[in-house]
């Protein structure tokens, strides 16, 4: 076998699969924020071209604020989505700082005389299917992203490695440049320099050195910046026109560009893949030039000269500018030639109140890019628990209500439980773990496809597939599966450590299961055992299979199942996107006595605006 196909043999292994799974949480966090970040990108980048769009091109400061903060805005999107991957979203504290048992809240449900039987407001449903229909597709979409999570993440790291290593090699280059063909300048030169640093205001002398391995007038360093001015224009150069020059360099040690600098180039190397980066840090630079024009001339008072002296260096300029370095030649020579022969030599101040309006918009505008609010989607939801009319609890639902209210969110707990099928798995501390159980009759499989079939009703599928959508109306009808064979769901656990770290799920004979050498096969299992276990299989927080988990555990042939998720639904403790999922999931197997719950999620307002969307959404799921 070639090198290539041994590779490809140990990427796709299950040991491969576990060993990943072991950083599932970080790799998923980080893909998502990923995923995420192509419309929060998009969206920064529209409302910063709208803002500078409204601004003269003689407004260079305010420009180049909002497209910092712009920039800066695109990499916090990024981390507070990361940092939103990895929490739960708690119920929020009442008036005296407490929080309200979520038992409380299913016993109220239970114990309610009242009536929220209204009239079903034509108006009233149809935003509630449309929000629905919102919450499907995406809900839909989800699990196949997350399918891809691991490889973009990995692509997303090979691309990152390559721009680091570049980067490291021009930091490197820099420091070199410092200490590698230099010279002190002139005596006139060093009290020019300082006297143009004392009219810039700077508070600190500034290092300028000759060096014959530039061409261009530039600044290197971060912290401690140093002017490099090629040894060529110190002879060859008219002193007036370099000084000029001069005065252009020290304008961005004054404004501190060369930290801005290296913001910049982490973002380009974090967002490599994003156009809109490039298209921001591209205004950042041009407008960071026209900046520090401006201030150069401001001092100079001479802008044909300064023009001449800009051609002049072009001319002679033999190699692109680093990323890293603050060089006299940045960004686009004919534009900033433009600017310069539009502005006057008195430079007016930038106004504050439309400078700080504009930046105060952009600021929020990101923030809701990067913690992708749902507040749009809330907005029509609020009236749809009303539009449910309560039905009576059964046995399922007053099961559902003794459950525990605070669950262990430990998997080694779960795996030491007293259950037999948890003492068996319990067992295997390190290795594979097979099980099967039966599955409904309406369900059905084929390779790792599960599938809930109705004729009248959805058509849910959930594994490496997912759709869910309406009959007739479905994102991929019922012959898109066929041909779909009843048997039962058999799950396999992947375990290190004694705790669990990669599920997988499918409906299909035992005999199609494949099974490595060490692989422990615990055979056929009670399906109440089964559903029990991996609903609080999907309670850890650091379990990273768990929303596939449910369409097991809800697809089993059990009575206790719908119970199972209902707690998973008004359970805190639990994540965000496994409650949407539960509650989706209770509306697709159709269990009506879930409405007196789901209708309570729906309307408190302490829940996460997703979780009352789903369980509003699943109440139009039941069967009336």
């Given at each position: 076998?070639?090198?290539?196909?041994?590779?490809?043999?140990?990427?796709?292994?299950?040991?491969?699969?576990?060993?990943?799974?072991?950083?599932?949480?970080?790799?998923?966090?980080?893909?998502?924020?990923?995923?995420?970040?192509?419309?929060?990108?998009?969206?920064?980048?529209?409302?910063?071209?709208?803002?500078?769009?409204?601004?003269?091109?003689?407004?260079?400061?305010m420009?180049?604020?909002?497209?910092?903060?712009?920039?800066?805005?695109?990499?916090?999107?990024?981390?507070?989505?990361?940092?939103?991957?990895?929490?739960?979203?708690?119920?929020?504290?009442?008036?005296?700082?407490?929080?309200?048992?979520?038992?409380?809240?299913?016993?109220?449900?239970?114990?309610?005389?009242?009536?929220?039987?209204?009239s079903?407001?034509?108006?009233?449903?149809?935003?509630?299917?449309?929000?629905?229909?919102?919450?499907?597709?995406?809900?839909?979409?989800?699990?196949?992203?997350?399918?891809l999570?691991?490889?973009?993440?990995?692509?997303?790291?090979?691309?990152?490695?390559?721009?680091?290593?570049?980067?490291?090699?021009?930091?490197?280059?820099?420091?070199?440049?410092?200490?590698?063909?230099?010279?002190?300048?002139?005596?006139?030169?060093?009290?020019?320099?300082?006297?143009?640093?004392?009219?810039?205001?700077?508070?600190?002398?500034?290092?300028?050195?000759?060096?014959?391995?530039v061409?261009?007038?530039?600044?290197?360093?971060?912290?401690s910046?140093?002017?490099?001015v090629?040894?060529?224009?110190?002879?060859?150069?008219?002193?007036?026109?370099?000084?000029?020059?001069?005065?252009?360099?020290?304008?961005?040690?004054?404004?501190?560009?060369?930290?801005?600098?290296?913001?910049?180039?982490?973002?380009?190397?974090?967002?490599?893949?994003?156009?809109?980066?490039?298209?921001?840090?591209?205004?950042?630079?041009?407008?960071?030039?026209?900046?520090?024009?401006?201030?150069?001339?401001?001092?100079?008072?001479?802008?044909?000269?300064?023009?001449?002296?800009?051609?002049?260096?072009?001319?002679?300029?033999?190699g692109?500018?680093?990323l890293?370095?603050?060089?006299?030649?940045?960004?686009?020579?004919?534009?900033?030639?433009?600017h310069?022969?539009?502005?006057?030599?008195?430079?007016?101040?930038?106004?504050?109140?439309?400078?700080?309006?504009?930046?105060?918009?952009?600021?929020?505008?990101?923030?809701?890019?990067?913690?992708?609010?749902?507040?749009?989607?809330?907005?029509?939801?609020?009236?749809?628990?009303?539009?449910?009319?309560?039905?009576?609890?059964?046995?399922?639902?007053?099961?559902a209500?003794?459950?525990?209210?605070?669950?262990?969110t430990?998997t080694?707990?779960?795996?030491?439980?007293?259950?037999?099928?948890?003492?068996?798995?319990?067992?295997?501390?390190?290795?594979?773990?097979?099980?099967?159980?039966?599955?409904?009759?309406?369900a059905?499989?084929?390779?790792?496809?599960?599938?809930?079939?109705?004729?009248?009703?959805?058509?849910?599928?959930?594994?490496?597939?997912?759709?869910?959508?309406?009959?007739?109306?479905?994102?991929?009808?019922?012959t898109?599966?066929?041909?779909?064979?009843?048997?039962?769901?058999?799950?396999?656990?992947?375990?290190?450590?004694?705790?669990?770290?990669?599920?997988?799920?499918?409906?299909?004979?035992?005999?199609?299961?494949?099974?490595?050498?060490?692989?422990?096969?615990?055979?056929?299992?009670?399906?109440?055992?089964?559903?029990?276990?991996?609903?609080?299989?999907?309670?850890?927080?650091?379990?990273?299979?768990?929303?596939?988990?449910?369409?097991?555990?809800?697809?089993?042939?059990?009575?206790?199942?719908?119970?199972?998720?209902?707690?998973?639904?008004?359970?805190?403790?639990v994540?965000?996107?496994?409650?949407?999922?539960?509650?989706?999931w209770?509306?697709?197997?159709?269990?009506?006595?879930?409405?007196?719950?789901?209708?309570?999620?729906?309307?408190?307002?302490?829940?996460?605006?997703?979780?009352?969307?789903?369980?509003?959404?699943?109440?139009?799921?039941?069967?009336?």
């Amino acid at each position: 076998m070639t090198f290539a196909g041994l590779v490809m043999q140990g990427l796709f292994s299950p040991q491969f699969s576990i060993q990943l799974s072991s950083a599932q949480p970080y790799v998923e966090a980080a893909g998502w924020a990923l995923v995420h970040f192509l419309w929060q990108g998009v969206l920064v980048a529209a409302v910063a071209r709208l803002v500078l769009s409204a601004l003269p091109a003689s407004r260079a400061r305010m420009r180049y604020g909002i497209a910092c903060v712009a920039m800066i805005s695109m990499l916090a999107s990024a981390l507070v989505t990361a940092a939103r991957s990895f929490g739960t979203e708690p119920f929020a504290p009442d008036a005296t700082g407490s929080v309200a048992p979520i038992s409380s809240l299913y016993h109220d449900a239970a114990g309610s005389t009242g009536s929220l039987t209204i009239s079903l407001e034509s108006g009233a449903l149809r935003a509630r299917e449309s929000v629905w229909t919102a919450v499907v597709l995406w809900e839909t979409m989800r699990p196949r992203v997350e399918i891809l999570l691991p490889w973009i993440v990995l692509g997303w790291c090979a691309g990152v490695l390559a721009l680091s290593l570049r980067l490291a090699g021009e930091w490197r280059l820099t420091r070199l440049m410092r200490t590698t063909g230099v010279m002190p300048m002139p005596q006139e030169w060093e009290q020019r320099v300082q006297a143009l640093a004392q009219r810039l205001s700077l508070t600190r002398p500034v290092l300028a050195l000759q060096s014959v391995t530039v061409d261009v007038p530039m600044v290197v360093g971060i912290l401690s910046p140093v002017v490099l001015v090629p040894a060529s224009l110190v002879l060859g150069l008219p002193h007036h026109y370099l000084e000029l020059l001069m005065t252009h360099e020290l304008a961005h040690i004054r404004r501190r560009d060369p930290l801005m600098n290296a913001v910049q180039a982490i973002v380009e190397t974090l967002f490599f893949y994003h156009p809109a980066t490039w298209w921001i840090t591209r205004i950042v630079r041009e407008e960071r030039e026209r900046c520090c024009d401006e201030l150069t001339i401001a001092v100079g008072k001479d802008v044909q000269g300064y023009v001449r002296a800009l051609l002049f260096v072009e001319e002679h300029r033999t190699g692109p500018v680093m990323l890293l370095a603050s060089a006299v030649s940045g960004g686009s020579l004919l534009r900033r030639v433009e600017h310069l022969l539009r502005v006057a030599p008195a430079r007016r101040a930038c106004d504050v109140v439309p400078g700080a309006l504009a930046l105060s918009l952009v600021t929020i505008l990101a923030v809701i890019a990067a913690t992708g609010s749902t507040a749009a989607l809330a907005a029509p939801m609020q009236a749809a628990p009303n539009a449910i009319a309560q039905r009576p609890l059964t046995s399922a639902s007053r099961l559902a209500l003794s459950l525990p209210t605070e669950p262990d969110t430990s998997t080694e707990r779960l795996l030491t439980d007293t259950s037999a099928l948890s003492a068996r798995i319990a067992e295997t501390r390190n290795g594979v773990v097979h099980f099967s159980f039966p599955a409904k009759p309406e369900a059905c499989g084929r390779d790792s496809l599960l599938v809930l079939r109705a004729d009248d009703r959805n058509v849910a599928a959930v594994g490496s597939r997912v759709d869910i959508g309406r009959s007739r109306k479905a994102v991929h009808n019922w012959t898109a599966v066929s041909p779909c064979a009843e048997a039962p769901i058999n799950v396999t656990l992947g375990i290190i450590a004694g705790r669990v770290v990669n599920a997988r799920s499918r409906i299909a004979a035992p005999a199609l299961m494949p099974k490595a050498r060490g692989e422990r096969d615990l055979g056929m299992v009670s399906a109440a055992d089964a559903s029990s276990y991996l609903t609080g299989l999907a309670r850890t927080k650091e379990f990273g299979s768990a929303v596939e988990m449910l369409a097991a555990a809800a697809l089993a042939r059990s009575e206790s199942a719908p119970a199972s998720l209902l707690a998973l639904v008004g359970d805190s403790n639990v994540a965000t996107r496994v409650r949407v999922r539960a509650a989706l999931w209770v509306g697709q197997i159709g269990a009506p006595s879930a409405s007196a719950l789901l209708s309570k999620i729906a309307e408190d307002l302490r829940a996460p605006a997703r979780v009352r969307e789903a369980a509003a959404g699943a109440l139009t799921s039941l069967p009336q």
